[in-house]
């Protein structure tokens, strides 16, 4: 799906760690639990890639773009995501959108965190972000490093 520049997803209730990854890969993913299985459609707006476990959503679709996730585990199900919309590292934009509420994050500078994050991430650490949302202060940690290697192997070997 290269040169598509605006991949945006909505995600049902029962993929919320699934929303989580696509968020740390940049991708704009609305998820909000409890919105029952008839209004999900006139919530999601046109443009939007629906993913969904639920059968009598995929049944009901009323032209709206649809993924049917097959898988349980939540890196099945982004790895099901990479491979079927055939998506590339070139599409992600990792870490540039705040996991917690979708909102893409600003860089913020170093001294500005002082008194915002405890002192040996103030000591070690260079490089800030910040959500304008819920002002969630973000930096590359040991988590940072982990996903970073995540999304490498994500992009390297296609299981599917
Ligand atoms: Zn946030």
Same mark, same amino acid.
């Given at each position: 799906?290269?040169?598509?520049?605006?991949?945006?997803?909505?995600?049902?209730?029962?993929?919320?760690?699934?929303?989580?990854?696509?968020?740390?890969?940049?991708?704009?993913?609305?998820?909000?639990?409890?919105?029952?299985?008839?209004?999900?459609?006139?919530?999601?707006?046109?443009?939007?890639?629906?993913?969904?476990?639920?059968?009598?959503?995929?049944?009901?679709?009323?032209?709206?773009?649809?993924?049917?996730?097959?898988?349980?585990?939540?890196?099945?199900?982004?790895?099901?995501?990479?491979?079927?919309?055939?998506?590339?590292?070139?599409?992600?934009? %990792?870490?540039? #959108?705040? @996991?917690?509420?979708?909102?893409?994050?600003?860089?913020? &500078?170093?001294?500005? /965190? +002082?008194? $915002?994050?405890?002192?040996?991430?103030?000591?070690?650490?260079?490089?800030?972000?910040?959500? %304008?949302?819920? #002002?969630? @202060?973000?930096?590359?940690?040991?988590?940072?490093?982990? &996903?970073?290697?995540? /999304? +490498?192997? $994500?992009?390297?070997?296609?299981?599917?």
């Amino acid at each position: 799906m290269s040169g598509e520049a605006n991949i945006r997803f909505a995600l049902e209730s029962s993929l919320g760690k699934l929303s989580k990854w696509l968020r740390i890969l940049g991708f704009d993913s609305i998820y909000v639990p409890g919105i029952p299985d008839e209004s999900f459609f006139s919530y999601v707006q046109e443009g939007r890639i629906i993913l969904t476990r639920t059968r009598k959503i995929r049944d009901q679709n009323p032209g709206h773009r649809l993924l049917f996730i097959v898988y349980n585990d939540p890196r099945d199900q982004l790895k099901q995501v990479v491979s079927d919309l055939d998506l590339e590292l070139s599409d992600t934009n %990792p870490f540039s #959108r705040c @996991i917690r509420c979708n909102c893409s994050l600003s860089q913020i &500078s170093r001294d500005k /965190v +002082r008194s $915002l994050v405890p002192d040996y991430v103030y000591e070690t650490r260079f490089k800030f972000s910040q959500c %304008p949302c819920c #002002r969630g @202060i973000y930096w590359p940690g040991t988590h940072y490093e982990r &996903s970073i290697k995540m /999304v +490498r192997e $994500l992009f390297t070997r296609r299981c599917f």
